[in-house]
């Protein structure tokens, strides 16, 4: 089916998320502005006004009041979703790179990057405790002296963060899937090109990944020789079954609709394209 | 320094001084209890009395010859002897060197003595001591180098001798002065035989390259040999000595490729840039791997013109590799070796390195006997010549080099030129043997008023047997079909009054009498030309680059050259383009490729009925390699070309692919030649007649291991989904343990699945508007 395009972003996307249901998509982009749209066609719903420099992170929690974003502006903002209203100006030394409410949605934490003589931190707050944001003071503060986080997600019931690292486990080649309890290497599918973004299916076996060619080397290449495809491979067998073409620049964030029928993905080009997959991907299955 | 040695001495002297006397044996006594320091002090002293010795004799004065002769004994003793003696000499030695010091310590400033005590005996010889100089040494020379034999001179009687030797020095003081000549005789009459002596031994051996052989007339034709070699053949004894037999060497099968059940082709892969190197079998499902090595060659490799050898290049030299296991068969030492060429037999090896040339010892191109491995003879390398230098014939009998106006031709086994003459042919500029027969063809350019001309000529009688003048001509560059059936030359003229160079195809047909030629205009730049391997067909690329034609040819049997399709390759290809042609092996079926610069564009052609099977595309493609079957082909994207995507595709020669194989830094893939058919035609036609008989048992065949394939993929699937199943199984037992959790966590709302808490939801009413419109996708069939 004919993507649709969401052109609201003036420079690469860095990251896309869906709320629990589904029904929005938040996109944040190398500029300062926060977007959210109808993931069913693509209108935008609005923005969220307030950084002034490139925001790397968004997160809205399970009852999809709060959104949270992180910025290379030294801060990370919680918004009120449906009025677009700044509730708390989370000031920081450093950019922030990662953002997420726990699974209650109570908790926020945030990763900062290791930068202008800061050392990284990751940084828990609690909003039932309004002190706290009020003093700009975490309930927690770890810091991270090795190499930066890059990216940080909560365990499945708050209990833990799993952080990737600048030097860490996750190969650059080839996305990896990880039990996320015991964190033991899973499944690797193999690509030709740098990936920079994996979801998992939420009602099939199958996971999709998103890169290409290094965004400092695309342009000395043309985009067939980018690969900037979505690619499609089954969970299990670490077999690719299908390839989305479209974004004319590497894709940095992939994300699965909760209900499995479509996927969106946003690219360096700036664009986000919000996939509805045919019948025939439903229909398709390996002989086994 | 001089302190420094005789302080050393003296100590290691003193201790070393009594059992010396006592026990001039060259062991010391082996009761360590004693003389526990003696065991390094003797060793340091016989380590430094070289050192000692021959400052001393170097002193002035000293008549070092005169010392044995005193003492009686000879220079050089044999070895435990002249132990024994030093041993003797070193205790003096050492007690003459130990009072030094002491003079020097008691502030002595009287020059130290420096003489040898009276009993020193020298046993240096005069080699070891200046070996350098005396190798110079002028040599008593008895001329007898210089002096040749000459047969076959015509006899004569006095009155005609002062003659003979006037035209007898006429053709030798050519060479160098004569010094000496004596002509003997017999009854009044010379006996038929010479000699002359010349001033230098370097004379004489010019004297006999150059004229033995030499025909004075129809009768006399001299035979000139060195006096020395004489006697070098005199000395050669008359019994036969049989040659030790070499013990064989089993290499077990080496074609025992060809014996594969399934006749699937070997392929060698360099991959990792360069770093290993790995063989397979060719599968359509899979490569079957047979050896992998690490840094097996150090460049590249080449397979043997039949398959049976592989080559790799190292720093040393060249190993050939074969067998069932790719054991080493022979190695050519040839340091810094480049490029290599089998002849077509597998018999001999040519390789050229840059690297080890001399004047007197031509090594830049070497040529070896492969079974051997001994070197038959090395050539030097011209200057501005192209690889291969050397063109073998079809059945390596003999092959041939061009240089300035001479085309040399050389003949196996004995690498000698044929009939010891280099053929001169003034301005010669491209030679190519026929691949059919001992046929070369060269062509030579326009000089003054002679027209350029191809000539044909036979070998080894060098009868021409066609010679086409041709005029205005600018280039030519030869091209043989492979059986030798047709020679096409493609001549580049500019004809008087038009500008711009025109091209001519100049077709020969070998295998007809008198070798008629037929003349095929083309009126653009040609690209590529390549005839039909087994067949009379050529194919050609033409055109300036935006638009690019290719044209096939037939060569009919009556002469008629008919152009049987003609396509621009622009249409075909969807605004790409091709550059190059690449036959099958076995004619017929054509690639034509847009290798490089042109984004590996290919299209796979059927000449018979000119259809084009297929469209395809290997984006940046930089080879294209048939097997030696002509039922694949492999397009290929190398490292030394281009820097990522580095794989060779696997294709049908339908052009239906079978296979990408993405290897990581991926240099090189060549097929494993096989030798030629040994079926006869009649044989090969009844093949023909009867595939379809053999092509249902293939088939079956085929279905049976492509159902074995998948059977073998479902199998693999269904355990790698039974392993996910079970831990899928276990993280969702996990998953529903956490429930409660989870509800607690979200202030009891249950949110597992999406509709979970559907009673919560609100329901709203969101309007779009949406303008639809609907546009025709083109011209759908």
């Known amino acids: 089916m004919k993507p649709i395009l969401l052109q609201g972003h003036e420079r690469s996307i860095t990251q896309i998320k869906y709320n629990r249901e589904g029904d929005l998509l938040f996109t944040v982009a190398k500029d300062p502005i926060v977007n959210v749209w109808y993931s069913v066609n693509g209108e935008r719903l609005g923005t969220y006004m307030g950084h002034t420099g490139a925001v790397w992170c968004v997160d809205a929690d399970w009852d999809t009041k709060h959104v949270l974003t992180g910025s290379a502006d030294n801060s990370c903002r919680l918004w009120d979703c449906e009025t677009g209203k700044q509730l708390a100006l989370l000031k920081t030394n450093s950019a922030v790179r990662t953002c997420g409410f726990d699974f209650g949605g109570n908790i926020i934490m945030f990763s900062t990057d290791k930068q202008m003589g800061y050392q990284c931190f990751v940084s828990f707050f609690d909003l039932r405790d309004p002190s706290q944001i009020d003093n700009n003071e975490p309930y927690m503060k770890i810091p991270c002296n090795d190499s930066k986080i890059t990216s940080a997600v909560w365990g499945p019931l708050g209990e833990c963060i799993i952080a990737g690292h600048e030097s860490g486990e996750l190969n650059q080649y080839s996305a990896k899937l990880f039990d996320s309890t015991t964190l033991e290497h899973q499944k690797t599918f193999r690509t030709e090109r740098p990936v920079n973004s994996a979801a998992l299916s939420p009602n099939y076996d199958h996971v999709v990944l998103g890169g290409g060619q290094e965004a400092m080397d695309v342009t000395t290449t043309s985009t067939r020789i980018g690969k900037f495809e979505a690619r499609f491979f089954h969970l299990a067998f670490e077999e690719e079954f299908g390839r989305v073409k479209g974004h004319f620049g590497p894709i940095n964030s992939v994300a699965f609709h909760p209900d499995g029928k479509s996927y969106s993905s946003g690219g360096e080009d700036g664009y986000v394209r919000i996939h509805y997959f045919d019948p025939q991907y439903f229909e398709f299955e390996f002989e086994a | ?781």
Request: charged residues 30%.
């Open chain 2, 1 to 781: 320094m001089q302190d420094a040695e005789n302080v050393a001495v003296p100590e290691a002297a003193e201790e070393r001084a009594e059992p010396g006397q006592q026990q001039p044996a060259a062991e010391p006594p082996p009761d360590e209890g004693c003389c526990g320091p003696r065991g390094p002090a003797l060793r340091r002293r016989q380590g430094q009395r070289p050192l000692v010795r021959r400052w001393r004799s170097r002193r002035p004065g000293r008549s070092r010859r005169a010392r044995p002769r005193e003492s009686g004994l000879g220079t050089s003793a044999p070895t435990a002897g002249a132990q024994a003696a030093s041993e003797d000499a070193g205790g003096n030695e050492g007690s003459a060197a130990e009072a030094e010091p002491r003079a020097l310590e008691n502030g002595d400033a009287d020059e130290p003595s420096f003489s040898d005590p009276e009993d020193f005996v020298d046993d240096v010889s005069e080699e070891e001591l200046l070996g350098d100089v005396l190798k110079d040494r002028p040599q008593e020379a008895d001329g007898i180098d210089s002096v040749i034999v000459v047969d076959n001179v015509p006899q004569v009687g006095p009155d005609r001798l002062e003659k003979l030797k006037n035209v007898i020095h006429k053709i030798f003081s050519k060479f160098g002065k004569i010094t000496n000549d004596f002509y003997p005789e017999e009854d009044g009459k010379t006996k038929g035989y010479i000699f002359l002596e010349y001033a230098s031994p370097a004379h004489a051996v010019d004297a006999v390259k150059n004229a033995d052989g030499y025909k004075l007339d129809k009768q006399h034709t001299f035979r000139v040999n060195l006096f020395t070699d004489f006697d070098k053949y005199m000395t050669i004894s008359d019994e036969w000595d049989i040659p030790e037999k070499q013990p064989f060497k089993d290499l077990g099968n080496l074609r025992y490729w060809l014996e594969e059940a399934e006749c699937r082709d070997q392929y060698s892969v360099i991959f990792e840039s360069g770093d290993r190197t790995s063989i397979f079998w060719n599968d359509v499902k899979d490569p079957v791997s047979i050896e992998e090595r690490a840094r097996w060659t150090e460049t590249y490799v080449r397979w043997s013109p039949k398959g049976t050898y592989l080559a790799t290049f190292h720093q040393r030299g060249i190993a050939l590799w074969g067998g069932e296991k790719f054991k080493q068969i022979q190695r050519f030492s040839h340091q810094g070796v480049q490029l290599i060429d089998f002849s077509p037999c597998e018999r001999y090896l040519v390789t050229f390195s840059p690297l080890m040339d001399t004047q007197d010892d031509p090594q830049a191109i070497i040529i070896w006997d492969i079974l051997t491995g001994h070197k038959k003879r090395g050539f030097h390398c011209e200057s501005s010549a192209h690889w291969p230098i050397f063109k073998w014939s079809h059945d390596g009998k003999f092959f041939a080099r061009m240089t300035l106006d001479t085309l040399s031709i050389y003949e196996t086994p004995s690498m000698g030129l044929l009939d010891k003459k280099s053929l001169k042919i003034s301005g010669i500029k491209d030679f190519s043997w026929s691949p059919g027969g001992n046929i070369i063809a060269f062509w030579v350019p326009e000089d003054k008023d002679i027209p350029a001309r191809v000539t044909l000529m036979q070998l080894p009688t060098r009868q021409e047997i066609r010679v086409r003048n041709l005029f205005n001509v600018v280039d030519c560059k030869l091209h043989w079909q492979k059986n030798g059936d047709y020679l096409c030359v493609k001549v580049d003229r500019t004809p008087k009054g038009t500008q711009g160079v025109v091209t001519n195809f100049e077709i020969f047909r070998m295998r007809e009498k008198q070798v008629p030629v037929d003349v095929v205009e083309m009126k653009e730049t040609i690209i590529a030309f390549a005839w039909e391997p087994n067949g009379s067909k050529f194919a050609v690329l033409h055109g300036e680059a935006p638009r690019i034609s290719v044209s096939f040819y037939h060569v009919k049997n009556n002469g008629k050259i008919e152009l049987i399709m003609w396509i621009v390759t622009r249409e075909m290809f969807d605004k790409q383009q091709a550059n190059t042609i690449f036959w099958s092996p076995q004619g017929q079926f054509v690639v034509l490729a847009g290798l490089r610069s042109m984004n590996g564009a290919l299209a796979f052609v059927d000449t018979s009925d000119c259809t084009v099977m297929n469209i395809a595309e290997h984006y940046m493609a930089s080879d294209v390699e048939w097997d030696p079957t002509g039922r694949y082909v492999v397009t290929s994207v190398s490292w030394w070309s281009h820097k990522v995507d580095n794989a060779y595709w696997l294709w049908t020669f339908q052009g239906r692919l079978l296979q990408k194989n993405n290897k990581d830094r991926f240099c090189q893939l060549l097929w494993r030649p096989r030798p030629p058919t040994l079926l006869s035609q009649e044989q090969i036609k009844q093949i023909k007649k009867d595939l379809k008989k053999y092509s249902k048992i293939f088939e079956q065949k085929d279905r049976l291991s492509q159902s074995k394939a998948s059977k073998e993929l479902v199998e693999r699937r269904r355990t790698m989904m039974e392993d996910f199943r079970k831990y899928r199984k276990m993280a969702q037992e996990l998953y529903m343990e956490q429930k409660n959790e989870r509800l607690e966590l979200r202030g009891g709302v249950d949110t597992d699945e999406l509709d979970s808490n559907v009673d919560d939801w609100e329901e709203e009413t969101i309007e779009f508007f949406v303008t639809e419109e609907i546009i025709p996708l083109g011209n759908q069939e």
